[in-house]
């Protein structure tokens, strides 16, 4: 289960975001979060008015009250007061926060907007080659289910198959590969 986030008052006092980059920028923060003057100085001094998270192969997270939380879904909590179960990243770069590139999804859109498996030999997504048949298989998977949409003997005719079955069950989020 997530974490919840800070509420929305909180998010807004801590960052300001920007989005035509799609990055947090930390704000200055008051004394009466800190223990000292030092801390105060010192906090403020190196971190207000910096990019805020860090960047690693899954995304960009930051730490606030000492919890980490991906900076898509703070972002998201910022500009709409919720946060849904899964925030799908457009264009699969998870570094690209831009609120125009964030949608919400199911687990399954947002699966269906992932790339093509690395063990995939046929370069489609959703398709594969018998070997021993000589044909082409197109399938999709819905609901946790694999689904196999039809047997064809061109790779156009699967690719096209599986194109349409991943349409009409996933809209927008569908991707061929």
Known sequence: MRRQLPARER??????????TGILIRKARPREEFN?????????????????GSYKVGGVSVEVDGERYQVHRIIW???YDHVPKVIDHEDLNPHNNRINN??????????AN??????????VKGVSYNKKR????????????????????????????????????????????
């Open 114 to 123: 992932g790339n093509l498996r690395k063990d995939n030999i046929t370069g």
């Open 102 to 111: 964030l949608r919400e999804a199911t687990d399954g859109q947002n699966t």
């Open 36 to 52: 000292s003057d030092r801390d105060f100085n010192t906090w403020n001094t190196r971190w207000c008015g910096k990019e805020a």
């Open 134 to 177: 000589k044909y082409y298989q197109a399938h999709i998977s819905v609901g946790g289910k694999t689904i196999c949409v039809g047997r064809f003997k061109t790779i156009e005719e699967a690719s096209l198959a599986r194109h349409n079955a991943a349409k009409g069950a996933y809209g927008e989020f569908a991707r061929l590969c």
């Open 77 to 79: 909590a910022m500009k």
């Open 11 to 20: 998010l807004l006092r801590l960052f300001d975001y920007l989005d035509e």
